[in-house]
């Protein structure tokens, strides 16, 4: 089965950093674009991020385009979002979601929780 | 920047029908815009209904049906159960690696 478990989450100051990453098992990770998606708690879904298969094309959300960075590593089988800049604003569970043939996005990780806050 | 629409709320009875729309702001919604459809319910992760359209994915009940109404992504769900209770959302794929997601709609059954 598809698995996808994400860490990294924590406290942090506004202007900090974090790492997510996101741990995939149960299908070739390394065939496969990967995204990140965030949802702040009792809110919508937000797309953030998308990452093609050997990690050489990477695409944001205009609102973290230039301060969140995608990266894959496919010996180990994992990808990671670096937060950078962080804002209050980017205080939300963070997804990892492998994509489908079409563009969707077939399988989704717990989350982790990022919060910003003084 | 994009804006997607989706109702915000709906409402349908236990056995009936209910369509959710998903448009764009200025434009009209095609397959190339690939839209996909999920359902997500409290505390819990997303879990994919409708890709490409209109193609259930893996173990999704038949009652759930995607299509392009007017110029609208549409998601259809046919003899609702107490389950479908959700949140919806769909996603579409604008191109040069960027998706963007719907605000949701909340579906109440009773």
């Known amino acids: 089965d598809v698995r996808l478990v994400e860490s990294g989450g924590g406290l942090v100051q506004p202007g900090g950093s974090l790492r997510l990453s996101c741990a995939a098992s149960?299908?070739?990770?390394?065939?496969?674009?990967m995204h990140w998606v965030r949802q702040v708690p009792g809110k919508g879904l937000v797309w953030v991020s998308r990452i093609n298969v050997d990690g050489s094309d990477t695409y944001y959300a205009d609102s973290v385009r230039g301060r969140f960075a995608v990266s894959r590593d496919n010996a180990k089988k994992t990808l990671f979002l670096q937060l950078n800049s962080l804002r209050a604003e980017d205080t939300a569970l963070y997804f990892c979601?492998?994509?489908?043939?079409?563009?969707?996005?077939?399988?989704w990780g717990q989350g982790t929780l990022v919060t910003v806050s003084s | 920047q994009t804006v997607v629409t989706q109702e915000s709320s709906f409402s349908v009875s236990p056995g009936g029908t209910v369509t959710l729309t998903c448009g764009l702001r200025s434009g009209s919604v095609s397959t190339s815009y690939y839209p996909s459809w999920y359902q997500q319910t409290p505390g819990q992760t997303p879990r994919t209904l409708i890709y490409n359209t209109n193609s259930r994915a893996s173990g999704v009940p038949d009652r759930f049906s995607g299509s392009i109404v007017g110029n609208k992504a549409a998601l259809t769900i046919t003899g609702a159960q107490a389950d479908d209770e959700s949140d919806y959302y769909c996603?579409?794929?604008?191109?040069?690696?960027?998706?963007?997601f719907g605000s949701g709609t909340k579906v109440t059954v009773l």
């Open positions: 149960g299908f070739s990770f390394s065939s496969y674009w």
């Open positions: 996603v579409f794929y604008l191109g040069s690696g960027i998706s963007v």
């Open positions: 979601a492998k994509e489908g043939d079409w563009n969707d996005l077939d399988a």
